[in-house]
């Protein structure tokens, strides 16, 4: 299995400041196949359920406001808020879907403000 | 709108049984994969199970397998978990979410409000 693994487990960001999340994967999730990343982003809020933000690593999905930002490839990603907004507080998931099943999830960041 | 609408949760005791549905609108559902997750208080989800459309291809999380059942009815449009033999451990919200199928299966791009699970004596 791909075991998925998240850093910093909490980060607290001042409003307006860029926030920087990453994940890490055991083995690459990159094909070359399609040349794409299999790996996805969400965002979870109190009392809610996940809700995709970003996937193939950097498409962020319809609706999703411009200040996120997903990068990376092989086994190192990185979701960014270029400018922090207090909706933005939630914890983020990256998970892979490349080597399935089963489908796994990091442990979570948790996104604060300062 | 898309909707999922997850019922069936609720408080049973170690060992018992519970069947989950989720109820989809708004989505072809007969073409969709569909999953179910699950999310321990305080943790991160866990896929547990997925099925295709025509349950051709039935997979489960190790943690389940041999005590849940996965099942549809694409008339109804529904999914459903049967969860068997229950434990501690399986105390959870449990979700269910249709699957990015182009041709996929890829990503959870839909998700119900969830359903708790409470496994206590």
């Known amino acids: 299995d791909i075991v998925m693994t998240q850093s910093p487990d909490s980060l607290a960001v001042s409003l307006g400041e860029r926030a920087t999340l990453n994940c890490r994967s055991s083995?690459?999730?990159?094909?070359?196949?399609?040349?794409?990343?299999?790996l996805a982003w969400y965002q979870q809020k109190p009392g809610q359920p996940p809700k995709l933000l970003v996937s193939?690593?950097?498409q962020r999905e319809s609706g999703v406001p411009d200040r996120f930002s997903g990068s990376g490839s092989g086994t190192d990603f990185t979701l960014t808020i270029s400018s922090l907004q207090a909706e933005d507080v939630a914890i983020y998931y990256c998970?892979?879907?490349?080597?399935?099943?089963?489908?796994?999830f990091g442990q979570g960041t948790k996104l604060e403000i300062k | 709108e898309v909707q999922l609408v997850e019922s069936g949760g609720g408080l049973i005791q170690p060992g018992g049984s519970l069947r989950l549905s989720c109820v989809v609108s708004?989505?072809?559902?007969?073409?969709?994969?569909m999953v179910w997750v699950r999310q321990a208080p305080g943790k991160g989800p866990e896929w547990i199970s997925r099925i295709n459309p025509d349950e051709s291809f039935i997979s489960y999380a190790d943690s389940v397998k041999g005590r849940f059942t996965i099942s549809r009815d694409n008339v109804k449009k529904t999914v459903s978990l049967q969860m068997n033999s229950l434990r501690g451990d399986d105390t959870a919200v449990y979700y269910c979410?249709?699957?990015?199928?182009?041709?996929?299966?890829?990503?959870?791009?839909?998700w119900g409000q969830g359903t708790l699970v409470t496994v206590s004596s």
């Open positions: 083995q690459s999730v990159f094909s070359t196949a399609n040349n794409k990343n299999f």
């Open positions: 708004g989505l072809t559902f007969s073409r969709d994969w």
């Open positions: 979410a249709r699957v990015q199928t182009s041709p996929g299966p890829y990503f959870f791009d839909y």
């Open positions: 998970q892979q879907y490349y080597s399935v099943p089963p489908y796994t």
């Open positions: 193939w690593a950097s």
